[in-house]
């Protein structure tokens, strides 16, 4: 007890020096009673005391920290075993992967060499671990560096004293954990609240602790191995000691959880002893075992309600049927019983299960299984408990999550062969497996409904129960598909009869599953979706065990296995048929898409006739069986139809998902290509007739296929029979040219995949590898065949590199077909059979067309699908063939060429397109003419007559001369006036010898006969079924049909005389083949292959031709005397009526392409005239110039409601503009290189030398020193947050506009803008804007003389300009445009932040709205100039200036500023202009004004342009240039002396100054630098501040030149300006000129310069220079104003003269290469702000910053980060690039929009959140377009896809 209060770290050296004696045993009960006193499960968990201690004593004195350094150092494991939990991201590569699970952590990953393998970056889902240096799992060539050397052979051995505490204290640790888990436990049904996660949290730091542990290495793991499976500890410790009452509770607790462990539980057991009598249980327990009683639970509990027997419960029919004899199940019937344990292990993971898995039990469990002794205890005792987790899954709340756990241990385990293996044999892992998944699926069956309702005894999973819809049998299924796939595995399960008797029945749960009924009267009310889970449930329980189990069943000495199945199929197939009461029809209206049982067997076959080399009729039941099993896919492939054909509209928009999924690719393979299969191998063995018939009954197009022209349906209505006999014919072309289990190699499957999917549509490389359907087992990954999936590609496509257009959509790189695959290899029927959506086949015969027009191959008219040569089928498959020749087939052939040729209505291009394909498909497949003999004698039955044999080529010429047809007494067959031979009476009698010639046709009648024939074996019966069976027999259709008459067709044509006929139809000419033709056409043979009808028609007469003399003769002959057709019935009214209908229907379409072709014209000349550079608005006038008197206003065209007229002051005219705050200016740095992203942590981006921070900077500094309003004048703002205004140019009335805008907020079905925040979208272009800009009234004639140029004396200018600025403003009449224009200043002032507006010491003054008007002028000229490349050298009117509005931006600003009079006192026109008197008037504590050298010449131009009366004539705009440019260039001197050397500046400074006298002093350079320097030399502070600095910079010599140069940079930008906007206020033009001329180009262009004739002379910038004063006296008195200021004024005044006017032009970051460059750095990096690791982190593309997206850590006032930061750094504007989704997202203003990404694969193709995870390099083009896009503030009209964020971005 003592020990207790003792130091904890001396008691442990202590403890640990006794335990190492020889002698221990004090040692050993000291150390027992210290931890029954420390580790007291009474003790309230979360007490960290016990923990301390343990540690302390484990590391035996030394510190824990230490201690695990010094273990670490032994660690000899080999494997990395690293574990990871869900969204961990991880690796996976093929190359080096054994088992498709193979997965590595980044370090591993990243250590390895994987160049050039396939590998892929993915997110776990359920979490994983690292195999590297497993090499059961992997190929050793994939370790890593650390993991490649063998590190377990040279670690020294563990010192026994090292670990010797840990083995004494960590069992009692353990149990310690167990008996809290034990005693947290509650049951889910106790009434207690139950709180796990509670129990849980307290246990937190025991379970990380633990964690710990494993985590020091393979010394310590064997450690904890030995204890968790040693089994007299668990004796000693898990009862607890006799005289411990608590621990017998405890104890106790235990016992009676496990109570319920087993499967079945006690009072289950219980219930079905008692419920012995009941008729339903007995061959259960009858079978050896009272497992799976099957789940009592599910019926009703007490036995006296079972014995009811004609009970309706679904649950109780479940009870009923239990035929499944589950004897199997006694062999292991442990899986049924209560666990027992034996070690701490299993107690452990039998409280894990309680728990549900917590994710740290689980991370422990794995941790520790490098370590081998424990890996295979832990296996075993896994699959020990395994149908207790899967029980306890079933019961769960959380199933996701808990599902996600269990596989996450589960895959480590059986992944591995060996392991799994040892597993299967010593603890019957596949019983358990099938077991638990009979008993997972038993608990949701209902009765089906499939065929007999009442009668049927077959049951199937109830699709909607939470275990199917939440997929929660995924875990189990997935570890079943999982060790299939090891073939020592799957060959036991194949071996074990009575598992895959145990196995079929599972299957047949699903057969049949959601089943559809046909709604016929009113739309279904509630569309279910249970389909979802029926198609997954067969696709992951049914079909991937099928694959699974058929890769391993490829070779010959696995015969024995395929035949097993395959009896055991029929044998299932055969009960099932029992079971739902199935003779020979199907229940009508009625289908399902699940058929496991059908498919499975057809994939046995299918597998062994191509790799085993078994016969195939070795396999197959008798006739009668074949039958039935055609049945029921037939039925779904008729069904399809139906749903394409409208007829199962009620059913809702589910059952035509339902008929997508079916054939998708991710399904088709084990759906429909399974059921085609089975359909040919029935069609290949069964009577070709009744085949035949069949399918034309299921299709419901019997009653279609007469001679007459008129006739009944019973059971379609008129407008879906023309479909469903396309479908009827589109299938049987399906059906017998399909090959792709016939005899195709899989190469060629794949090569037809992929061609197929290549024409629907170009593909990108990911759609495409998604599209083919991947053969075997899709969890392999490896594509069969030789051939692989890259090289089949570029054999077939040709790949399309992304295009760009600015504006356009992102385009991906797509993959192409190549001509010649067009050519020769595109397959219409492949087409049809993949395609999920109808429009898609249009697709590829509109792209097919596309390519014949441009190689010329086919130019006139829409060409055909192309015909196809197929591979030849497997000699197994030869009797499909026989569907082609047979008689039935014929007559269906022979009747509709007949009634095409007639145009009987319901006939279409389609179905002639399927009878040709078929003909063809006959003629180039050939039945081998001996079968004849083998029949029995056929003419005695008279539908025989028809033709002689049943070869196809043979019958083709057959003539048929009558036919007998039954019609209605309507029909016009009956009506017809003309002699019928011998007599008019319908009697048949009466027709002699026409009689028996006259040939009968009924289908359904020659099915039942046929049927009848296979059953009895006889054909006695069969002449009995002769008279026609008519259908309406069967069915009585509604309302009562007019009687049926019998009467004689006279027909007198055969096959071919119709082709001929039709030949002619199609080519609307007579006599289109001549007789001579076929010998052209021999020559000639290659002809065919592509066209329309016609070339069809020919191409097949020419094969009938070669192939036979006697066709040959038939078709000379019957093209010598073709004449055109005469119906038999050409007057009838019918007739006359579809006529007209397709004439109507002709010109009715004609019309509409002329109102579409006039359409297009009117778009195409509004397009034209808005993208002219003639813009509406004000400039037209203004180009005009002065050239031409303009008597007229100018005109505005209003779009909304197309007036045409003047803006006036009551009714004002307004530009739509759209208002954005910018802060891309501020973005500029000095430097035209992009800022790097930071990938490391040495990087970084300071943001202080921006051109927004400078100017702050700027701005701030002058606060402190001078006055506020003249501070305010000095500079302009607007660089960050300023207002930038664009526009589409087009005009409006503003009445029309607010009437417009009213019209919007009340139609709320709005795209993404807010009506109330003012936006809209132009009623003409549909640009984005959010307001109006009123134009001023129109000018009259005083236009001229305002631009006119003048010849007045500079100095009479300044005094003009400075009189007319004493003028007031005068404020303006109230009118309708002085109102707008006032809204529009709101509303420009509402564009942007606050914070961006109030810079002075007292917002929202007079002074500080000055500063933000004048500002925005300012922003939109520095940003033309942006868009103009910076410079003016392109001149020219660019993009931007033809939508510019400039013009009326600065009229609004105008007469806002007007009314800010500036007081003359302060005028700094007089500063400028004159040399004030020098009064020394105190400034008593006033501060000074701003000396003019420091102020912006750029803002002062605008001040003066904006406060001057409007309209301003040009010579005084040209007068203030001239004055500024001076001000200019003495700043420019100024700023440049400041960087001269001292020694420099006393020497230009002498030599200047003998210039001073000198005629033109004032304009050159040197004279005027010298009084610069001289001036500011004055007083000392000015250059000595940074003396220091100067003398470090100038190292170089400042030459003439040189200074010239640098005076240039510095005007220029205030020539740009200047010159920009004399061409908005005057249009004048902007001449262009190369780069190094621009100085001289812009101030030709300003007037500063005489143009000169010789412009070799080099320009000086001094020469422009215009002073209306001494120049050297004006200079002094701005110099005096920097010397006059106050020391510590003078100190800073250096800084603020030394600016450099030039800024780059903006650039977003430069990104790296290699997106996984990014992706590592950032997506693991903590949040700056919140200091956690961001769930979704972002980067700022525009200045780097790392912020949270969505994140709740950093919200502020509701605000999530990206918004906030998009605030601060772009003014609402944010480009940010989403790290886990590798795409960029725009945040403007309220809205953002998903760009896109700037990152694409080798392929070309984005990779929207990472989903595939193959490495991706930057598209430059993409990120200039981005960069664009931002700059030129395009985003609003380029991305479409806007929403509102929130704020919660």
């Not at 273990?71 to 093929?94: I, M």
């Not at 047949?508 to 009924?517: D, E, H, I, T, Y």
């Not at 001929?1060 to 056409?1081: C, G, P, R």
């Not at 925040?1317 to 959010?1330: D, H, I, S, Y």
Request: negative net charge; hydrophobic residues 35%.
């Amino acid at each position: 007890m003592a020990l207790v209060c003792r130091d904890k770290k001396s008691t442990a050296a202590h403890l640990k020096a006794d335990l190492n004696r020889t002698d221990n045993s004090s040692g050993v009960r000291q150390l027992k009673e210290l931890l029954d006193c420390v580790l007291d499960p009474e003790k309230p968990a979360a007490d960290t005391e016990a923990l301390d201690w343990c540690k302390c004593l484990i590391a035996g004195g030394e510190g824990f920290e230490e201690f695990c350094k010094t273990v670490r150092s032994y660690d000899n494991a080999t494997l990395c075993g690293l574990v990871w939990t869900a969204n961990f991201v991880a690796y996976r590569c093929r190359t080096c992967g054994i088992s498709p699970c193979m997965s590595l952590c980044a370090e591993c990953f990243n250590n390895g060499d994987h160049t050039g393998h396939d590998f892929n970056m993915f997110r776990s889902q359920a979490g994983g671990a690292c195999d590297c240096g497993d090499s059961n799992v992997m190929r050793e060539t994939g370790f890593c560096r650390r993991h490649r050397l063998r590190t377990g052979e040279n670690v020294p051995s563990v010192p026994r004293d090292l670990l010797l505490m840990s083995e004494m204290v960590l069992p009692r640790f353990i149990i310690c954990i167990i008996q809290y888990l034990r005693d947290g436990y509650t049951e889910p049904d106790t009434s207690t609240e139950r709180d796990l996660q509670k129990v849980l949290q307290q246990l937190e730091p025991q379970i990380s602790f633990l964690e710990e542990l494993t985590k020091m290495g393979g010394a310590m793991r064997t450690v904890l191995t030995k204890i968790l499976t040693n089994q007299q500890i668990f004796k000693d410790l898990s009862m607890g000691q006799e005289e411990n009452v608590y621990a017998k509770k405890n104890y106790e607790k235990y016992l009676s959880a496990l109570k319920n462990s087993g499967l079945v539980s006690v009072e289950e057991k219980a219930q079905s002893g008692a419920a012995e009598p009941t008729p339903g249980v007995e061959a259960g327990a009858g079978a050896g075992t009272g497992a799976l009683v099957l789940l009592g639970a599910e019926a009703p509990a007490s036995p006296d309600e079972s014995n009811k027997e004609e009970d309706q419960d679904g649950g109780q029919s479940v009870g009923q049927r239990k035929r499944v004899k589950l004897s199997s199940t006694a062999k292991d019937p442990s899986i049924m019983d209560s666990l027992k344990h034996k070690c701490f292990l299993e107690e452990l993971l039998f409280w894990t299960i309680k728990y549900e898995f917590p994710q740290k039990m689980v991370t422990f469990l794995l941790n520790m299984l490098p370590d081998q002794d424990y890996k295979i205890t832990f296996t075993k005792t896994f699959v020990q408990h395994y149908a207790f987790i899967m029980k306890t899954l079933m019961k769960s709340q959380e199933s996701d999550t808990m599902s996600n756990r269990i596989v996450h241990i589960s895959v480590q385990l059986f992944s591995n062969e060996e392991l799994a293996r040892h597993v299967t044999e010593e603890c019957q892992l596949l019983d358990i497996m099938v077991t638990v998944l009979l008993y997972m699926m038993e608990s949701c069956l209902i009765k089906s409904e499939l065929q007999d309702e009442e009668n049927s005894r077959h049951v199937v999973v109830n699709c909607s129960e939470a275990l199917l819809k939440n997929n929660t049998y995924w875990p189990l299924v997935s570890d079943f598909i999982n060790i299939l796939s090891h073939q020592s595995v799957a060959k036991k399960f194949l071996e074990d009869h009575s598992l895959l008797m145990l196995w079929m029945s599972f299957v047949s749960f699903f057969q049949g599953m959601n089943l559809n009924k046909r709604e016929l009267s009113e739309h279904v009310e509630f569309e279910s979706q249970t389909y979802y889970a029926a198609f997954a449930a067969e696709l992951e329980a049914c079909a991937q065990p099928m694959w699974g189990l058929l890769t391993h069943c490829k070779v010959k000495e696995t015969q024995e296995y395929t035949r097993t199945v395959v009896r055991y199929c029929l044998e299932t197939l055969q009960i099932w048929f029992d079971a739902i009461g199935f003779v020979d029809e199907p229940a009508p209206n009625q289908v399902t898409f699940h058929l496991p049982l059908h498919r499975f067997y057809a994939m046995f076959l299918s597998k062994a006739v191509k790799c085993q080399g078994l016969h195939l009729d070795s396999l197959l039941p008798d006739q009668e069986m074949l039958m039935k099993i055609m049945v029921h896919p037939l039925q779904i492939q008729a069904s399809l139809s139906e749903i394409h054909s409208n007829m199962w509209v009620r059913n809702g928009l589910q059952i035509k998902g339902q008929a997508m999924t079916y054939v998708q690719s991710h399904f088709c393979n084990s759906m429909i290509d399974p059921d085609i299969f089975l359909l040919q191998v029935c069609a290949s063995r069964l009577d070709p007739d009744y085949f035949i018939s069949s399918v034309f009954e299921r299709f419901k197009v019997v009653d279609l296929l007469t001679m007459a022209s008129v006739h009944q349906n019973a059971i379609l209505d008129g407008e879906h029979e023309r479909p469903m006999l396309e479908g009827a014919l589109t299938f049987l072309v399906i059906l017998s040219s399909l090959r792709i289990h016939l005899g195709m190699a899989d190469d060629e499957i794949l090569r037809a995949e992929m061609v197929s999917q290549l024409c629907m549509n170009d593909r990108t490389h990911s759609s495409l590898l998604d599209l083919i359907p991947e053969n075997p087992n899709p969890k392999s990954g490896i594509v069969p065949g030789s051939c692989s999936f890259e090289e089949m590609l570029s054999a077939v496509a040709d790949f399309k590199a992304p295009v760009f257009e600015p504006g356009g959509s992102m385009q991906q790189g797509m993959y192409t077909p190549k001509e010649e695959v067009w050519e020769k290899e595109f397959d219409p029927i492949m087409v049809v059979l993949r395609t999920v959506y109808r429009r898609d086949v249009q697709s590829a015969m509109d792209r097919y067309s596309a390519f014949l027009k441009q190689s010329g191959m086919h130019t006139t008219g829409n060409p055909w699908p192309p015909y196809k040569e197929r591979t030849p089928l497997h000699p197994c498959y030869k009797g499909l063939d026989r569907l082609l020749h047979c008689k039935t087939l014929h007559i269906v052939i022979f009747t509709l060429l007949y009634k095409i040729w007639l145009d009987h209505s319901n006939m279409s291009e389609h179905i002639l397109c399927m009878v040709l394909y078929l003909i063809e498909l006959g003629l180039d497949n050939q039945v081998q003419e001996d079968k004849e003999d083998e029949e029995p004698c056929i003419e005695e039955h008279c539908h025989d007559s028809w033709f002689p044999g049943t070869n196809l080529l043979s019958n083709l010429h057959h003539v048929i001369n009558y036919v007998r047809v039954r019609v209605p007494e309507t029909a016009p067959e009956v009506k017809r006036e003309r002699d019928p031979p011998p007599s008019t009476s319908a009697e048949a009698s009466n027709f002699g010898q026409n009689v028996r010639e006259a040939q009968v046709f009924s289908l359904v009648a020659e099915r039942r006969r046929k049927f009848q024939e296979i059953i009895n074996r006889s054909s006695t019966e069969a002449s009995q079924v002769v008279r026609p069976k008519s259908s309406s027999t069967r069915w009585v259709p509604p309302g009562t049909p007019p009687q049926l008459v019998t009467e004689i067709l006279e027909i007198r044509e055969s096959m071919l005389s119709l082709l001929i006929k039709l030949h002619q139809k199609l080519s609307a000419k007579q006599n289109s083949l001549s007789a001579t033709w076929l010998e052209d056409m021999e020559a000639n043979p290659n002809h065919h292959a592509h066209g329309d009808g016609i070339t069809a028609i020919e191409r097949i007469l020419t094969k009938a031709a070669t192939r036979s003399r006697q066709s040959k003769r038939s078709i000379q002959e019957i093209c010598g005397k073709v004449s055109p057709p005469v119906a038999p019935k050409k007057n009838s009214p019918t007739d006359k009526k579809t006529m007209d209908k397709d004439e109507r229907r002709q010109r009715a379409r004609e019309r509409q392409q002329k109102l579409l072709a006039e359409f297009a014209s009117k778009q195409k000349s509004f397009m034209e005239t808005a993208m002219d550079v003639e813009s509406p608005d004000a400039e037209a006038a203004m180009d005009l110039g002065a050239s031409e008197v303009m008597e007229s206003e100018v005109l505005y065209d209003c779009v909304i409601c197309g007036q045409s007229g003047p803006s006036t002051e009551d009714r004002p005219t307004g530009l739509v503009v759209l208002l954005q705050a910018s802060s891309v200016l501020g973005h500029r740095y000095k430097s035209d290189e992009a800022k790097k992203l930071p990938t490391t942590d040495d990087e970084h981006i300071y943001p202080a030398d921006t051109c927004g921070a400078t100017h702050d900077v700027r701005l701030a500094l002058m606060q402190r020193f001078f006055k506020d309003s003249s501070c305010l004048q000095s500079v302009s703002i607007g660089w960050d947050g300023g207002v930038y205004v664009q526009t589409c140019g087009h005009t409006l009335h503003i009445d029309c506009h607010k009437s417009y805008m009213e019209s919007l907020r009340n139609d709320q079905v709005l795209q993404g803008f807010s009506v109330d925040k003012g936006e809209f979208t132009c009623p003409l272009c549909r640009q984005f804007a959010n307001s109006v800009l009123p134009c001023r009234p129109g000018r009259s004639t005083e236009v001229v003389s305002w631009h006119m140029p003048t010849n007045k004396k500079t100095a009479v200018l300044v005094k003009e300009v400075e009189d007319l600025q004493e003028q007031l403003g005068l404020f303006p009449t109230e009118s309708n445009l002085s109102k707008e224009m006032e809204l529009v200043i709101k509303d420009i002032k509402n564009t942007t932040q606050r914070k961006y507006m109030d810079y002075g010491k007292n917002p929202g003054s007079p002074d500080n709205d000055f500063l933000f008007m004048y500002s925005v002028a300012r922003t939109n000229l520095e940003l033309e100039l942006v868009h103009r490349g910076g410079n003016l050298c392109s001149g020219g009117a660019s993009a931007a200036a033809k939508r510019s509005c400039l013009n009326q931006l600065f009229h609004v600003l105008a007469m806002h500023m007007r009314l800010y009079s500036i007081d003359s006192a302060y005028n700094p026109w007089t500063r400028l202009t004159q040399v004030a008197q020098r009064s020394d008037e105190c400034q008593d504590d006033e501060r000074p004004e701003v000396p003019m050298l420091f102020r912006d010449c750029p803002s002062l131009l605008i001040i003066f342009v904006l406060t001057m009366p409007q309209p301003l004539r040009k010579e005084h705009f040209i007068c203030l240039v001239r004055m500024l440019y001076n001000l200019q260039y003495t700043q420019a001197l100024a700023a440049l002396s400041a960087k001269f050397s001292p020694e420099e500046r006393r020497a230009w400074s002498t030599s200047g100054a003998l210039n001073k006298n000198a005629f033109n002093a004032e304009k050159s350079f040197d004279a005027l630098l010298s009084h610069v320097i001289s001036e500011l030399s004055k007083v000392k502070t000015v250059y000595d501040v940074n003396a220091e600095e100067t003398s470090m910079q100038s190292s170089c010599v400042w030459s003439p030149q040189s200074i010239e140069y640098s005076l240039q940079r510095f005007c220029l930008p205030y020539l740009r300006l200047s010159c920009l906007l004399q061409h908005h206020l005057y249009g004048d033009n902007l001449s262009g000129c190369p780069d190094e001329e621009e100085f001289s180009g812009l101030a030709g262009c300003l007037g500063l310069l005489a143009p000169t004739p010789q412009p070799s002379n080099p320009i000086y910038s001094a020469s422009c220079l215009d002073w209306t004063v001494n120049a050297f006296d004006l200079m002094t008195q701005w110099c005096s104003e920097v010397t006059g200021l106050s020391d510590t004024q003078a100190e800073k005044a250096i800084t603020l003269l030394v600016q450099d006017p030039q800024w780059a032009s903006p650039h977003l970051l430069h990104l790296p290469d290699n997106y996984n460059i990014i992706f590592q750095y950032y997506h693991k990096k903590a949040c700056t702000a919140c200091k956690k690791v961001p769930k979704d982190p972002a980067l700022c593309l525009v200045c780097g910053a790392f912020v949270c997206l969505k994140g709740l850590c950093c919200k502020q006032q509701g605000i999530c980060e990206c918004v906030l930061h998009s605030q601060h750094c772009g003014a609402a504007t944010g480009i940010f690039l989403l790290i886990n989704a590798s795409v960029i997202i725009i945040i403007r203003g309220h809205r953002f929009c998903l760009w896109g990404s700037v990152y694409l694969d080798a392929h070309g193709e984005e990779d929207r959140d990472l989903r595939r995870g193959k490495p991706l390099f930057l598209c430059v083009e993409r990120y200039r377009v981005l960069e664009q896009q931002w700059v030129w503030h395009t985003f609003d009209h380029i991305n479409k896809r806007w929403g509102p964020h929130y704020n919660g971005l």
